[in-house]
């Protein structure tokens, strides 16, 4: 059974994803996020040995994302809210401001993402992605 948060925690986790691809970073990610706030990102063709993020950490590689996006998008296929848990799918696109492996400065990474987000009060408090990237 689903509670009355379902829409509002749907909004937060729409807004997080607006915020990300408008390029928010750092500090202005921490009004999406609970103080005790921990993501999981799973193993994956970037981030091989996957990694666990505390509020801190988040913080800190959303700035140094900046130094290697120019920009990114967030093309939503799916969102599932139940209660206090907000499931999405889509596709991301990340234009490069850096080379990397064969993709030039400019040219764009493509991947696809299931992100679960746990929030309380309005606020984002576990993320887990499971991110498959397409060769690159």
Known sequence: MSSG???????????????LESGDVGENLRRFLAPDFEQV???NALNPK????????????SLKGKQILKSQRYVISSVVARGDRVAIELEWIGVLAIPIASIPAGGEMRAHFAIFLELRDGKIVRQRNYDCFVPF
């Open 5 to 19: 948060n379902d829409v509002s925690n749907e909004s937060v986790a729409r807004e997080y994803l607006a915020a």
């Open 41 to 43: 990102e799973f193993p």
């Open 50 to 61: 996957g990694q666990t993020s505390d509020i801190a950490s988040a913080i800190e590689r």
